[in-house]
C-alpha cells in the first residue's frame, strides 16, 4: 500500500501562478498583476510589457501610481543596485504599451472567434453565461452599459477602451459592447486586457484620466 506525502500529488501547489515581489510595495502577488522592467543597453529603465526582454528585470505593480511612484522615489535605482535612468513619462509609456496589447488581443481574440460585439450579442452571451469579459467603451452611454452590467454575473466588466478604440480593434464601425468567450484559449487574450484596465482604472482613482 502506497502512503500518501502532504506534498506529493498536490495539484494546488502545480497550479499556483508565479509570483513576484513588487519593488514599491515590497508585496509579493502573482506575475500576472505586475510589470518587469529591464535595462536598456544605456542604463534606462525600459517597460517589458511581453515578459521576454533579456537581463535582470525587476517588477511593478500594474498601476499608474505605482510605476510613477517608482520613479518618483528612485526605487529602480536600489533595485538594480545602480544610478539608472527612469523617465518621468516612464508611466505614461506603459499604459500606451498597455493599451497597445490589449487592442491587440481584441483583435487576436476576434479572429480566433473568441469575441462577440453588439448590444445583442453580447447580451445573449451572458444571458448563457458564455462570456468572461464584459467589454463596454467608456463613451457608451449609460442605459445600455447599465443593462449589460447586471447581466453580467461572474464576467470582469472592462471599460477602459473608447468606442473608436474598441472599434478599430474589431474592424467595424461603431462599436460599444463586445464580450470574450469563455473558451481554454480566452485566458491568454483576456490578461492583457484586464491589466490595461487595471491599470486605466488607478490612474482615474488618481485624477489622471485621458
Known amino acids: 500500500m502506497l502512503s500518501s506525502s502532504?506534498?506529493?500529488?498536490?495539484?494546488?501547489?502545480?497550479?499556483?501562478?508565479?509570483?513576484?515581489k513588487c519593488i514599491v510595495t515590497g508585496e509579493v502577488s502573482p506575475r500576472g498583476g505586475?510589470?518587469?522592467f529591464v535595462l536598456d543597453p544605456d542604463g534606462a529603465v525600459?517597460?517589458?510589457?511581453?515578459?521576454?526582454?533579456?537581463?535582470?528585470?525587476?517588477?511593478?505593480?500594474?498601476r499608474e501610481d505605482m510605476v510613477a511612484a517608482a520613479v518618483a522615489r528612485r526605487a529602480f535605482n536600489r533595485a538594480f543596485s545602480a544610478d539608472v535612468s527612469a523617465a518621468d513619462t516612464l508611466a505614461d509609456a506603459v499604459e500606451e504599451g498597455l493599451r497597445r496589447r490589449a487592442l491587440a488581443a481584441i483583435?487576436?481574440?476576434?479572429?480566433?472567434?473568441?469575441?462577440?460585439?453588439?448590444?445583442?450579442?453580447v447580451a445573449g452571451a451572458l444571458k448563457e453565461r458564455k462570456a468572461a469579459l464584459l467589454i463596454t467603451?467608456?463613451?457608451?452611454?449609460?442605459?445600455?452599459?447599465?443593462?449589460?452590467?447586471?447581466?453580467?454575473?461572474?464576467?470582469?466588466i472592462v471599460?477602459?477602451?473608447?468606442?473608436?478604440?474598441?472599434?478599430?480593434a474589431l474592424g467595424r464601425d461603431g462599436v460599444r459592447h463586445a464580450?470574450?468567450?469563455?473558451?481554454?484559449?480566452?485566458?491568454?487574450f483576456a490578461r492583457d486586457i484586464v491589466r490595461f484596465d487595471a491599470y486605466?482604472?488607478?490612474a482615474r482613482a488618481e485624477g489622471k484620466d485621458h
Open 107 to 121: 483583435g487576436l481574440a476576434r479572429r480566433a472567434g473568441a469575441m462577440v460585439a453588439g448590444f445583442d450579442q
Open 159 to 168: 471599460r477602459a477602451l473608447t468606442s473608436l478604440q474598441l472599434s478599430g
Open 179 to 188: 464580450a470574450l468567450k469563455k473558451r481554454c484559449e480566452a485566458a491568454g
Open 34 to 36: 505586475l510589470i518587469r
Open 46 to 62: 525600459t517597460p517589458d510589457l511581453a515578459e521576454n526582454l533579456p537581463g535582470r528585470g525587476v517588477w511593478v505593480s500594474a
Open 137 to 156: 467603451a467608456s463613451d457608451a452611454s449609460t442605459d445600455g452599459a447599465g443593462k449589460l452590467a447586471r447581466m453580467a454575473g461572474e464576467a470582469r
Open 200 to 202: 486605466r482604472q488607478s
Open 6 to 20: 502532504p506534498h506529493s500529488g498536490s495539484s494546488t501547489n502545480r497550479r499556483r501562478p508565479p509570483e513576484r
